[in-house]
């Protein structure tokens, strides 16, 4: 299994500024996921992170507004930038185990944009 | 990765068994079958996945149709602490994927009620 540590477990922001969640695994991971969860719904996944290359977007999702960082294999940040109050969402990290056979998730960041 | 439709909700009896229905009519031969769960403020849990077989574990039993077109969850005992979101989700083997893993696609899921 893999442990995952999500950081700020939780923020409220103001409009127009940026906030970058990090995402730390205990161990060295491939492929690291990011998702979005809006009040109420499903979640999204919103980029795939590779380590030594850069992001994969899903439609939708921007590098401009959703920049994301992977310097290692055990860590990565996403950035919520320029927010407004629709990016009000829970963000989640998530890898796959070794086996590629099940998904690891962290707990989540819930951010509220005011 | 193939769509998949469960209800939106289920109530189940606390101590009774949890039976949790999904269908994905359009899955391919090479698509697993997986569950997730979600329980309120957390993150998604892995419960159990299966291919054509059915599966057991120490959370569950994921019982799959001969024709693959749909599949049930089973949790025997139900508890207060199994209320929760459940996600039913279709994808390719890794070796099908083009070697790398994919994200999950998540539906609705159905909120599983437990009632005392």
């Known amino acids: 299994s893999a442990v995952i540590s999500q950081k700020p477990s939780r923020d409220i922001c103001q409009r127009g500024t940026s906030l970058t969640i990090q995402c730390q695994v205990d161990?060295?991971?491939?492929?690291m996921f990011w998702y979005r969860q809006q009040p109420g719904q499903s979640l999204t996944l919103i980029a795939t992170?590779?380590?030594?290359?850069?992001?994969?977007?899903e439609s939708g999702f921007v590098i401009d507004k959703f920049p994301i960082s992977r310097p290692n294999l055990t860590f990565s940040t996403l950035t919520v930038s320029n927010m407004s109050p629709e990016d009000s969402s829970i963000y989640l990290c998530?890898?796959?185990?070794?086996?590629?056979?099940?998904?690891?998730f962290g707990q989540g960041t819930r951010l509220t944009v005011v | 990765d193939a769509k998949t439709t469960q209800p939106t909700s289920m109530d189940c009896a606390e101590g009774r068994a949890a039976n949790l229905p999904c269908n994905h009519s359009?899955?391919?031969?090479?698509?697993?079958v997986y569950w997730y769960r979600q329980i309120h403020s957390q993150g998604p849990q892995y419960i159990i996945h299966?291919?054509?077989n059915n599966e057991t574990n120490e959370m569950a039993s994921l019982i799959i149709t001969e024709d693959r077109k749909s599949s049930t969850l089973i949790l025997p005992h139900a508890t207060l602490r199994d209320t929760a979101v459940y996600y039913c989700?279709?994808?390719?083997?890794?070796?099908?994927?083009?070697?790398?893993?994919?994200?999950?696609?998540f539906g609705k899921g159905t909120h599983l009620i437990i009632q005392p």
């Open positions: 992170a590779n380590q030594g290359s850069e992001a994969t977007y």
């Open positions: 161990s060295q991971v491939t492929m």
């Open positions: 359009t899955i391919s031969g090479n698509e697993y």
């Open positions: 998530s890898v796959e185990g070794h086996q590629n056979t099940e998904a690891f």
């Open positions: 299966g291919l054509k």
């Open positions: 989700i279709v994808r390719y083997a890794i070796m099908y994927s083009g070697g790398g893993a994919d994200g999950l696609t």
